[in-house]
């Protein structure tokens, strides 16, 4: 159900998101529109459950059962065809450091941190808040990992 779910969600976006970059050729362009669109997704998802460990929301066991379990489902998609080239930083749209393209293995490391993690998270949401606040802690670091070295900053 969560996979029917998150591919409904990202065709949605995909259909409504309209990115504006200049020069790219329609493989780019598709491609870019697809990250960002789930990397929109990633921060809706990890929104309710951030706001819930933080406790500046009530802790509610379905709903993090249910946007941890979208998140996990979110960070098992193959995402290999959402890193075409000539769509890093260089371009107005992109926030993808190149590093991306020039540490491949580093950037699939980090990935599947974020994968291990969300699972983790999946595992447990549900179970109380105590339960949630330890395994959210990991997915916020694989995020940073991320960030850190993957993503330029906002202009």
Not at 53 to 65: G, R
Not at 93 to 112: C, F, H, M, N
Not at 131 to 146: D, E, H, R, T, Y
Request: one cysteine or more; proline letters at 3%.
């Amino acid at each position: 159900m969560h996979r029917k779910a998150i591919l409904a969600t990202t065709a949605l976006c995909l259909s409504v998101s309209a990115v504006l970059a200049q020069d790219l050729n329609e493989e780019q362009q598709r491609a870019l529109t697809a990250r960002q669109a789930h990397m929109g997704l990633y921060g809706f998802y990890l929104t309710p459950l951030g706001q819930m460990a933080q406790e500046t929301i009530p802790y509610d066991a379905q709903t993090a059962a249910a946007a941890a379990g979208n998140l996990a489902a979110m960070a098992a998609i193959d995402q290999s065809a959402f890193w075409v080239d000539g769509t890093d930083s260089s371009i107005e749209t992109s926030r993808a450091r190149a590093e991306i393209w020039t540490d491949p293995d580093g950037y699939l490391q980090v990935k599947q941190g974020m994968a291990e993690a969300t699972e983790a998270l999946a595992l447990v949401a549900g179970d109380g808040l105590d339960a949630l606040k330890g395994a959210f802690g990991p997915v916020g670091q694989s995020c940073g990992a991320c960030h850190q070295t993957y993503r330029a900053p906002a202009n």
